[in-house]
């Protein structure tokens, strides 16, 4: 009876203190919520103010994707700083905006050692930033060292500035990948891989040591067409050529200091002071005295002014709706239905999306936006059956490449009424593999046995405890042949190519996107506007309709959104050896997002770094 009395009495005590620490913290997490509220309602109605003779700030820096990220709702407990994203259009649209907007006087692209928007979006955001010139708006850039991606967008500025310790690096591009067959046999982890198509490089980092000839051959090709893009961009804007930009390239390199404003590179040279004295000079603020150093003059920035402008396309007033879908990330197999994860496209929540959109009598025609290297054949196909059917029911689809729509991204979009990407974008990669890792070798190192039973012979061919035979990967060789054999179909079918046609251009091989216009991947060069345009036309809705974008964010998210601030994420750059360790870690993130159920993938060059 005492041990009774004393268990029971041990127990009570423990139940108290339980619910009296779940009460505190639930206490603090409702503290945190209240604050949380009280800050946002502080903050309704309080929209950023733009005032006469503002200067609009673009920090390259400035992470700008295609669509919003979700918050995670633990932030509102947690206090956690989360910055609101973006997006391309928001940037776009702001842009194109402040060319016409009175109070804004002139543009300042704020240079930075790492980009925050990709190849293809600096080229939708290029006519944008042109509508300034147009206007008879002043354009400055400023930057103490110009990489040529950077210099890319800054070359459309009227008036180029450089630190006198500056300096314009124009050497070229350089593309590497990480190689780790050795490591992987150093750790005794064994990988076999079951592939078609010559150019499908995707398993190389991982069985070789070095670059294959046909991917030192895909890569210097689609390298190449980069590199004449970004000169061409460059040169025009500047009254050169590209030759001469080339030239500087094989010769120099590098154009310090005053020798870049000799060779037409840059405009003037300065420090930051004084390109803040010139950017007071157009704002009237030259004789006023600075009180602030961080608010040198009077300015908003990009993602601050974004917020202040309507969307002239989703505000209009139509019983007709153009749906803009983002798919952005690699390709997963599953999904619930809710777009719970930001950069990964499950299979079936993006079907789904896309099965709602079909059933709904508002929805006319359909722009997928597509940003995706790729990822599980299966779930490619389940969204490729979407688009299907979006197309049956007479509702024209047309996709809307961004930086990269490669593999599975280039499935999901070769049956759609018309592709349009930009030229840098990266596509193609029309090819299949699949990985197979083996630990025996690493448990034999460290003490560690597997064994089982089974009740036929292929039942543990999927095992990772030992290698597979001659025999099951012949069996899982077929497995990737059927694939790839209906890669090609769909191409021919979509994009009315015969087959030997297709297989000839396909092989896994990436290709930039002005190459796959020439060859007949996609359909024209443009961006996200000149698909709605091109989707509006198919679907012949004249000036009746409006667009609407989806995802659509959850009452949650909606919720979260109004609470938060609207900073935005900047690109950070790494020291060499942390940048190596970092892409490590992508590799190993990106190979446990492999989830198909048939071991199949369609993904782009594993990590295809540009420098």
Not at 211 to 216: C, I, K, L, T
Request: hydrophobic share 45%; charged share 20%.
């Amino acid at each position: 009876m005492r041990q009774f009395l004393k268990y029971t009495l041990a127990s009570l005590t423990g139940s108290i203190l339980f619910c009296l620490l779940l009460g505190f913290l639930l206490t603090l997490g409702a503290v945190g919520l209240v604050g949380v509220i009280v800050a946002g309602l502080g903050k309704e109605g309080d929209a950023p103010t733009v005032e006469k003779d503002t200067v609009l700030v673009y920090d390259l820096s400035t992470v700008i994707p295609d669509s919003p990220e979700a918050i995670d709702p633990s932030a509102l407990v947690f206090g956690t700083q989360v910055p609101s994203e973006l997006t391309l259009r928001q940037a776009v649209l702001a842009l194109e905006e402040a060319a016409t907007d009175d109070r804004i006087t002139a543009l300042y692209l704020k240079g930075s050692t790492a980009l925050g928007a990709g190849l293809a979006s600096q080229t939708e955001m290029q006519p944008a930033i042109e509508a300034f010139q147009a206007a008879g708006k002043p354009v400055l850039a400023y930057d103490i060292s110009w990489s040529e991606r950077e210099y890319a967008v800054a070359a459309l500025a009227d008036t180029i500035y450089l630190n006198p310790f500056g300096e314009i690096e124009m050497n070229g591009l350089y593309a590497e990948t990480m190689y780790q067959a050795d490591a992987l046999e150093k750790l005794g982890v064994g990988v076999q891989v079951t592939r078609v198509g010559r150019y499908k490089s995707a398993v190389e980092p991982l069985i070789r040591d070095t670059m294959s000839p046909e991917e030192r051959e895909q890569t210097q090709r689609l390298l190449g067409d980069v590199w004449q893009n970004l000169l061409t961009t460059a040169a025009a804007p500047r009254d050169l050529t590209a030759q001469q930009l080339q030239n500087i390239a094989n010769t120099k390199g590098f154009l310090f200091g005053a020798e870049a404003e000799t060779q037409q590179l840059a405009d003037a040279i300065a420090y930051e002071d004084e390109v803040i004295t010139a950017l007071r000079e157009l704002t009237g603020e030259k004789d006023e005295e600075v009180e602030d150093s961080d608010l040198d003059f009077r300015q908003i920035s990009l993602a601050g002014y974004a917020a202040t402008v309507d969307d002239p396309l989703t505000s209009r007033r139509s019983d007709n709706q153009v749906a803009l879908v983002y798919a952005e990330g690699p390709i997963i197999d599953g999904g619930d239905g809710d777009f719970s994860q930001t950069g990964i496209i499950e299979g079936n929540t993006l079907a789904r999306q896309l099965r709602q959109l079909r059933q709904d009598d508002e929805v006319k025609a359909v722009v997928l936006r597509v940003n995706s290297p790729g990822g599980s054949a299966t779930a490619s196909e389940v969204i490729l059956r979407e688009v299907q059917l979006l197309r049956e029911a007479g509702k024209p689809v047309v996709v809307s490449m961004g930086n990269v729509a490669a593999s599975g991204g280039y499935w999901i979009a070769s049956q759609a009424d018309a592709i349009l990407a930009q030229p840098t974008t990266i596509t193609g990669s029309i090819g299949v593999y699949g990985i197979f890792l083996n630990l025996e070798e690493l448990g034999t190192k460290v003490g560690v046995n597997w064994d089982g039973v089974k009740t036929s012979e292929l039942a543990d061919i999927f095992s990772s405890t030992r290698p597979k035979t001659a025999a099951e990967l012949a069996i899982l060789q077929r497995s990737v042949d059927a694939i790839y054999d209906s890669f090609l179909d769909r191409v021919a079918e979509g994009r009315d190519l015969t087959r030997p046609a297709v297989a000839e251009l396909a092989q896994g091989r990436v290709w930039s996107g002005q190459a796959a216009l020439d060859l007949g991947l996609v359909d024209e060069l443009g961006g996200v506007n000149a698909a709605i345009a091109t989707a509006v036309e198919l679907a012949e809705l004249g000036d009746d309709w409006r667009l609407q974008e989806y995802p659509e964010p959850s009452e949650l998210q909606q919720f979260l959104r109004g609470f938060f601030s609207t900073e935005v994420a900047q690109a950070q750059t790494h020291d060499p050896l942390t940048a190596q360790v970092l892409q490590f870690v992508d590799d190993a993130q990106i190979l446990r997002a492999l989830n198909d159920p048939r071991g199949v993938y369609m993904l782009m060059p594993y990590q295809f770094v540009v420098k």
